[in-house]
Antibody, heavy 116, light 112 residues
Framework: EVQLVETGGGLVQPGRSLKLSCVAS????????MSWTRQAPGKGLEWVAS????????YYPDSVKGRFTISRDNAQNTLYLQMNSLRSEDTATYYC?????????WGQGVMVTVSS | DVVMTQTPVSLSVSLGGQVSISCRSS???????????LSWYLQKPGQSPQLLIY???NRFSGISDRFSGSGSGTDFTLKISRVEPDDLGVYYCGQGTQYPPTFGSGTKLEIK
């Protein structure tokens, strides 16, 4: 059974940093591209970042480019999202998602609140 | 970016009934490789989204044949037949043909 378990969310002040983690199980992690996708409270879905299976290439939308960094540790079956210079508009539930842009499996999500 | 427009915003259906949700893209979703990367997701209340349909009409693993997808180019439809209580939630379409991947704003399905 594919499982994606996110951790690391919380309340953070504007301008500060936060790092999310996602531990994957139930599949061969290093065979798949991975992504982060977010959902602001009461809003729709927004793709945040993708990374190739080797970690050699990463992709971001303009809204987070230069502030967020996606990475992975294939030995630990773990995906990361380093978020810097956080803004109020980054407040959302962040989902770890497999196989972009299909997004075939989603984690349970972790809430990030950016507020002073 | 490709804009995905879903209609209606919400709909109400009786158990056992049938509904259709429309999704229109601002550009053709036909990829250079000939595939059309249009997917449908369901987010049940309090849960994460789950993949229902991919590449327009392919049901994901474990998805009931009550769900069917159709369409081409820029116009797509999700049909749900014999609606059950567990079908309620918000349905999203999403495209993966062009980066960045984008999603529709959702259609909320309520059971009468």
């Amino acid at each position: 059974e594919v499982q994606l378990v996110e951790t690391g969310g919380g309340l953070v002040q504007p301008g500060r940093s936060l790092k999310l983690s996602c531990v994957a199980s139930g599949f061969t992690f290093n065979n798949y591209w991975m992504s982060w996708t977010r959902q602001a409270p009461g809003k729709g879905l927004e793709w945040v970042a993708s990374i190739t299976n080797s970690g050699g290439s990463t992709y971001y939308p303009d809204s987070v480019k230069g502030r967020f960094t996606i990475s992975r540790d294939n030995a630990q079956n773990t995906l990361y999202l380093q978020m810097n210079s956080l803004r109020s508009e980054d407040t959302a539930t962040y989902y770890c998602t497999r196989r972009p842009p299909l997004f075939d499996y989603w984690g349970q999500g972790v809430m990030v609140t950016v507020s002073s | 970016d490709v804009v995905m427009t879903q209609t209606p915003v919400s709909l109400s259906v009786s158990l056992g009934g049938q509904v259709s949700i429309s999704c229109r893209s601002s550009q053709s979703l036909v990829h250079n490789n000939g595939n059309t990367y249009l997917s449908w997701y369901l987010q049940k209340p309090g849960q994460s989204p789950q993949l229902l349909i991919y590449k327009v009409s392919n049901r994901f693993s474990g998805i009931s044949d009550r769900f069917s997808g159709s369409g081409s180019g820029t116009d797509f439809t999700l049909k749900i037949s014999r609606v059950e209580p567990d079908d309620l939630g918000v349905y999203y379409c999403g495209q993966g043909t062009q980066y960045p991947p984008t999603f529709g704003s959702g259609t909320k399905l309520e059971i009468k």
